[in-house]
């Protein structure tokens, strides 16, 4: 007993991946292939009929009308407008916020709140605020004489205000990795630079934004992996409605299994999403390190 | 010269006091939605359908009655709690090792494939697993839950742990294994305690990850094991839709995370922003 105890702690490092290691491929590896051969059948969830092979079939139809184009192209619509402007107001807000104050600590644990309460509670408040008849947003416009927007239920602004709540819940993500990557910036960057006289705005063009390129790059990298796949929000507030208005890659796949029971397909979209997305991520990372090179 | 002091004294009192009107502002930006929340879990219906009464209103607690005992919350805070929790405490129980290992082995193709996992959208494995879970007859079930569950949690936990573990000086280690410990001993008398704050940081994140989570229980969940988010979703499935009692139902599902950001504040930043910042 005892020699196997000795034996086990020698090789503690494979003792301590091994159930892991057991974990990813049950539950990651497998799931991927099982997807993958399931895109090449074409099923409906019934015990009585077998897969049946098909061969590209899933991946054909998805591009024989419209609606998976345009799902992948609202992915990305999302996905850009959302980083780029979350990435420039959360760059601006820690700058701003980068100087001592009374109550600092209260207006960071504020900025914590939209990333860390739960998104289908997020999204039934803005569903409420955009309520086109007693939402708060429209009453305001209205106040001032504007006109009554729909803001969920009509197909051309839907996906812009389900942007807005994006935008909304993680600027505040961009702005504390910056506001913590300003505190590593070395204070003589500054004290050398002041000595030659530059104002306020020439540093933090000078010298304050390109040493934080590294870290504006890393938050652009983990906000693009995470926005891609945004689902809680548009699920809880439109389901990709109106019609398919809303419908990014992550909505029309789980749509396609879970509404219509088409798996095949289902399993097609899917493994677009996987490869897009990994792919977006695989060039981020390289693009990454180059930057850093640079320094 | 006198002038020019009182001048600057004045322009530095303007520009802080617009200092504070912008954080000010930012403030109510950041917070309108919660404060909309509790405002309107305190009206009755007719007082949020009437326009007139966005803020002049009688508050009532009827909403949280009903949230409890018409709607039945007690039982989705239970079965949210408890997945939750038993994720969390699995993550941390499978995690912490593997962290430490991959780490001070130096294992590159695991720690990449463990970004691979956090990278790929969690969709991907939910078909499969759906499918799978069905012939096993465990949809529905706490354990197909807290599994899926850990899909998120494990590699969270890995991932915030691993340059933990590794900024601790390995003289440390050395120092025990120099006193006759055994690897296992060191692990668990060493680096464990010496790393509280971390895993303590990669415990509280994974359980509000779980906590929040909709998707897996979306498909998952019976109606026994109902979690929080589902409850809440539920609601506008009504024809008529609830507001009084969806917003009393997201106070009672943010309170906690709230509470816990506000004392864990330090912990949840350094969690979230885990792998962004180095030195």
């Given amino acids: 007993m005892r020699k196997i105890g000795k034996w086990l702690d020698k090789r503690l490092y494979y003792v301590f991946t091994v159930p892991t290691i057991i974990f990813v491929l049950g539950m990651v590896l497998f799931p991927i292939i099982y997807t993958f051969v399931l895109s090449f059948h074409s099923w409906r969830m019934s015990a009585n009929i077998p897969w049946e092979f098909i061969g590209l079939e899933n991946y054909a139809s998805l591009f024989g009308d419209t609606r998976f184009p345009l799902a992948v192209f609202r992915t990305f619509l999302f996905a850009a407008i959302a980083l780029i402007i979350e990435v420039i107001l959360g760059v601006a807000i820690a700058l701003f916020l980068n100087r001592s104050f009374w109550g600092k600590n209260i207006v960071k644990t504020a900025f914590l709140l939209p990333m860390v309460a739960t998104p289908v509670a997020i999204g039934m408040v803005w569903k409420l605020i955009y309520e086109p008849n007693i939402g708060i947003l429209n009453s305001v416009i209205r106040g001032m004489g504007g006109p009554k927007i729909d803001w969920l239920g009509d197909s051309a602004i839907a996906i812009y205000s389900l942007i807005g709540v994006d935008i909304w819940q993680w600027t505040p993500f961009v702005m504390l990795i910056v506001l913590a990557g300003l505190t590593s910036i070395p204070m003589d960057c500054y004290e050398s630079a002041m000595i030659d006289g530059a104002t306020r705005w020439q540093t933090t063009r000078k010298i304050t934004l390109p040493l934080l390129r590294p870290t504006i790059f890393t938050a652009i990298l983990l906000r693009l992996i995470d926005v891609l796949k945004t689902f809680d929000i548009i699920y809880s507030m439109t389901q990709g409605g109106p019609g398919y208005s809303t419908e990014t890659m992550n909505i029309l796949s789980f749509r396609q299994a879970f509404e219509f029971m088409q798996f095949g397909q289902s399993g097609a979209t899917l493994i677009i999403f996987f490869v897009i997305v990994l792919g977006i991520a695989a060039l981020t990372i390289k693009l990454k390190s180059r930057v850093e090179v640079d320094f | ?279």
Wanted: proline share 5%.
């Fill in chain 2, 1 to 279: 010269m006198g002038d020019r002091i009182v001048g600057s004294k004045k322009s530095k009192m303007i520009r802080k006091i617009s200092f504070f009107i912008i954080i000010i502002f930012i403030l109510v930006v950041v917070l309108f939605p919660f404060v909309w929340m509790l405002l309107a879990s305190f009206k009755k219906n007719a007082d949020i359908l009437n326009v007139d009464k966005m803020f002049d209103f009688i508050p009532t607690l009827k909403n949280y009655i009903s949230v409890f005992i018409d709607y039945s919350f007690l039982k989705p805070i239970f079965n949210s709690f408890l997945i939750s929790f038993a994720a969390t405490v699995i993550a941390l129980f499978l995690g912490l090792p593997a962290a430490y290992a991959i780490g001070r082995a130096r294992m590159h193709l695991f720690s990449g494939i463990i970004l691979m996992i956090r990278i790929v959208p969690a969709i991907s494995f939910l078909v499969p697993w759906y499918l799978i879970f069905t012939k096993l007859k465990l949809t529905g079930t706490y354990t197909s839950l807290i599994v899926c569950h850990l899909i998120v949690s494990l590699p969270m936990i890995i991932w915030i742990m691993m340059p933990y573990f590794e900024s601790i000086p390995k003289e440390l280690e050395e120092a025990a294994k120099i006193d006759g410990a055994s690897n296992f001993g060191t692990f668990m008398k060493i680096m464990i305690p010496l790393s509280t704050p971390g895993v303590l940081t990669s415990g509280i994140l994974t359980f509000i990850f779980s906590w929040n989570n909709f998707m897996f229980a979306l498909i998952l969940c019976s109606s026994k094991t109902t979690t929080l988010p589902i409850a809440i979703y539920q609601f506008i499935s009504y024809s008529n839709v609830d507001w009084g009692g969806i917003m009393a139902a997201s106070v009672v599902i943010t309170l906690p995370i709230i509470l816990i950001s506000f004392f864990l504040q330090r912990h949840i930043i350094t969690g979230l922003t885990a792998g962004a910042v180095k030195g």
